[in-house]
């Protein structure tokens, strides 16, 4: 399947829309790549240039290793996560990022979608989304004519639907 086979890893996100195939790098590099149907790469574009995306990538990586009061060394995962979700709606690219907490800067949430415009082939920012709660979004679908939105909130356990301004 060319180059697509090659190029996509485990954290990312791949849909299409019938005439080409996205494929979003979601851990440690914002990044996407289109191919065509036959997985040729057309072109790729990285998103770390944008400032939401350079904060994080400017962020000291946390360690692998995490010591408890009681003095047990536990390995964890390193990775940076860009991209907890994508959905591709009506030639629109939305992504689903995180953010630091404004309650607890320690903490990160998953609680914004960025919206992005197909422009000869590069996205382009057109909208941010930012979601009602300082929690943990997992999952989202834009539907009712791209008017919606519907999210699976974590902390809570809460299945939750928003109306968006359209852009």
Same mark, same amino acid.
């Given at each position: 399947?060319? $180059?697509?086979? !090659?190029?996509?890893?485990?954290?990312?996100?791949?849909?299409?829309?019938?005439?080409?195939?996205?494929?979003?790098?979601?851990?440690?590099?914002?990044?996407? +790549?289109?191919?065509?149907?036959?997985?040729?790469?057309?072109?790729?574009? %990285?998103?770390? $240039?944008?400032?939401?995306?350079? %904060?994080?990538?400017?962020?000291?990586?946390?360690?692998?290793?995490?010591?408890?009061?009681?003095?047990?060394? !536990?390995?964890?995962?390193?990775?940076?996560?860009?991209?907890?979700?994508?959905?591709?709606? +009506?030639? !629109?690219?939305?992504?689903?990022?995180? +953010?630091?907490?404004?309650?607890?800067?320690?903490?990160?949430?998953?609680?914004?979608?960025?919206? @992005?415009?197909?422009?000869?082939?590069?996205? $382009?920012?057109?909208? $941010?989304?930012?979601?009602?709660?300082?929690?943990?979004?997992?999952? @989202?679908?834009?539907? %009712?004519?791209?008017? !919606?939105?519907?999210? @699976?909130?974590?902390?809570?356990?809460?299945?939750?639907?928003?109306?968006?301004?359209? +852009?």
């Amino acid at each position: 399947m060319g $180059e697509i086979a !090659k190029t996509v890893t485990m954290g990312s996100h791949v849909i299409s829309d019938g005439k080409t195939i996205y494929s979003i790098y979601g851990e440690n590099l914002p990044l996407i +790549q289109t191919f065509d149907l036959t997985g040729n790469l057309l072109y790729s574009q %990285d998103l770390s $240039e944008l400032k939401i995306f350079s %904060d994080r990538l400017a962020q000291k990586a946390k360690s692998g290793v995490k010591i408890s009061g009681t003095g047990n060394i !536990k390995l964890r995962a390193t990775g940076r996560v860009f991209v907890q979700d994508a959905q591709l709606f +009506q030639e !629109k690219l939305y992504l689903l990022i995180p +953010q630091q907490s404004k309650k607890d800067g320690n903490r990160t949430l998953f609680n914004k979608i960025l919206v @992005f415009k197909n422009q000869d082939m590069s996205w $382009e920012l057109s909208q $941010e989304i930012q979601l009602p709660i300082d929690g943990t979004y997992l999952t @989202f679908k834009v539907y %009712d004519d791209g008017k !919606k939105l519907v999210t @699976f909130e974590n902390v809570n356990g809460n299945i939750e639907s928003f109306g968006i301004d359209k +852009q």
